[in-house]
């Protein structure tokens, strides 16, 4: 059975920081490329950043600099480390692992950026 399950969010300051961590299970993490998307109220979900089993990394361009990326393939994990906070980086944070036409997403957690 296939698991993806997103933890770290929660209420931070603007200029804070916080990591979310993706822990899954049920498929062969290290061939997959992991991928972390958002959703804001009224917005359409967007991608974050992504890392593939190379471990080569890409970047939304709003995030670039602030957000890292990052795997740890004996864990089966996918991290997020979020840096300098913004209230416009408020949203629901999702996990994506993908590998060819295999899809695979997490239920999401909520990041909120406000003083």
């Known amino acids: 059975q296939v698991q993806v399950v997103e933890s770290g969010g929660g209420l931070v300051q603007p200029g804070g920081s916080l990591r979310l961590s993706c822990t899954t299970s049920?498929?062969?993490?290290?061939?997959?490329?992991m991928s972390w998307h958002r959703q804001a109220p009224g917005k359409e979900r967007e991608l974050v950043a992504d890392?593939?089993?190379?471990?080569?990394?890409n970047y939304a361009g709003s995030v670039k600099g602030r957000f890292t990326i990052s795997r740890e393939d004996v864990k089966n994990t996918v991290y997020l480390q979020m840096n300098n906070l913004k209230p416009e980086d408020t949203a629901v944070y999702y996990c994506?692992?993908?590998?060819?036409?295999?899809?695979?997403w997490g239920q999401g957690t909520q990041v909120t950026v406000s003083s």
């Open positions: 890392i593939a089993s190379s471990g080569a990394t």
């Open positions: 994506e692992a993908h590998y060819w036409a295999r899809t695979y």
């Open positions: 049920g498929f062969t993490f290290s061939s997959y490329s």
